[in-house]
């Protein structure tokens, strides 16, 4: 059974800084890309940030690119966050999920999800 268990979210202030991890099992952590997505109320979960399965290929929105930094490490079969300059805008429940990045750009639906953690950020 798959397991992909995020951790690292909690309140920031603006323009801080917050690192949000992923520990996946129950799969072969290397035969796939990975994802974060958010939500927001009301709102459809967004992929924001792609990985391929080697780390050589990142893709992310534009919302957030230069600011956010997606990395992993197959040999601890964990995919990382690095959120800089947090908005109040990021404020989400972020999602880990398997995603391969699209050859158009963007993140592929996932197979699998995480439960999501809450980033808050205030103003």
């Not at 940030?49 to 490490?73: E, N």
């Not at 079969?77 to 999602?95: G, I």
Request: charged letters at 20%; one cysteine or more.
């Amino acid at each position: 059974q798959v397991h992909l268990v995020e951790s690292g979210g909690g309140m920031v202030q603006a323009g801080g800084t917050l690192r949000l991890s992923c520990l996946a099992s129950g799969l072969k952590f290397d035969d796939y890309g990975m994802a974060w997505f958010r939500q927001t109320p009301g709102n459809e979960r967004q992929g924001i940030a792609c990985i391929s399965w080697d780390g050589l290929l990142t893709d992310y929105v534009d919302s957030v690119k230069g600011r956010f930094t997606i990395s992993r490490d197959n040999a601890k079969n964990t995919v990382s966050l690095l959120m800089d300059n947090v908005q109040p805008e990021d404020t989400a429940m972020y999602y880990c999920a398997t995603s391969s990045i699209e050859a158009r750009g963007g993140c592929a639906s996932p197979d699998y999800w995480g439960q999501g953690t809450q980033v808050t950020v205030s103003s």
